[in-house]
């Protein structure tokens, strides 16, 4: 297997022509009657960002049968479409202006309207997943579907709870992230009925999802603030329970640190009056050498489950998306 760092536009050329056309698919799937629905709906989707999920989606149904589908490819449009569906809420519940350098739904209409058209963006979904007639890819997604919300849901119990654990972080990224991967990839499978490769291919999807998310966590304290879109020590000022977080408190309370209630109330107040100190607390204790070894544990596990599937420039194009996450590390 190749372990190469392509470019993000490299791995999405070995789909082109179908990337290209569930590209168009994405709002073309959207039917509504109001005005509104649609203006806001396109709004969101013309924000664009990588098209990740789908790209999964369309690399996993190529690699199990390489000729053109079109329900792979509306599948992958719906995968974006319920992508896109909680990254509207998400922007609501986080008080969110920008997103991808561009004004959010919320911020240029308002938080009802964002919500609701969210909440029309997952019904279009299930709308168009019942065309399928297919029972178990329904209840991936409607299984699924529930998870991220749970996941979203779990985040905000434990915001600003300096006692949240690495096992909860693993049970809110596994909802909040790794759940549609799994629904990207499993749902390819269930399409062609090979269920003898939904094991790999959700080992692959659920630790990818995992190091992906570890990865922007890390991010948030090292990044580049104009390529991420967003302020270095937002997770931090928004009291989310990240690992970074998490093992910043544990390192600094077992090393009888006068900085972890510093940093502990912090998160439990969001009041962060300094936060250069504070990420400088996080890079500083060894916390994000912990995060990047467990990010790239994760990406061996994810690569892992790869080399149980059919081998061949699709299976390849996943591993690279593997190598190219990891690499931001770097």
Known sequence: MTTTHPTYADIQAIVADDFAIMDKQVFGSLNSKVQLVMSVSKHVIDAGG?????????????????????????????????????LVHD???????????????????????????????????FNLLVGFNNLPLLKLFSDGTCDIAEGEVLQLQHQHNPQTTEEDYLQIIDGKTSRLFM???????????????????GDFAYHFGNAFQMIDDVLDFVGDAAVMGKNLGDDLAEGKPTLPIIKTLEILKNNHSPDYDTLRIAVQTGKVDNPAKLIDMVRECGALDYCKQRALQETTLAQQALEQLPANQYRDGLYQLTTLASSRLV
């Open 183 to 201: 629904m990207a990839t499993k749902g390819a499978a269930i399409l062609q009925g090979r269920d003898e490769l939904l094991a790999p291919l």
């Open 50 to 86: 990588k098209r990740m999920r789908p790209l999964i989606t369309l690399l996993t149904a190529r690699m199990l049968n390489d000729t053109q589908s079109e329900q792979a490819m509306q599948l992958a449009a719906i995968t974006e479409m319920l992508h896109t569906a909680t």
């Open 91 to 125: 922007d609501v519940i986080d008080a969110s202006g920008l997103r991808r350098g561009r004004p959010t739904a919320n911020a240029t209409w308002d938080n009802a309207t964002a919500v609701l058209v969210g909440d029309y963006l997952i019904a279009r979904s």
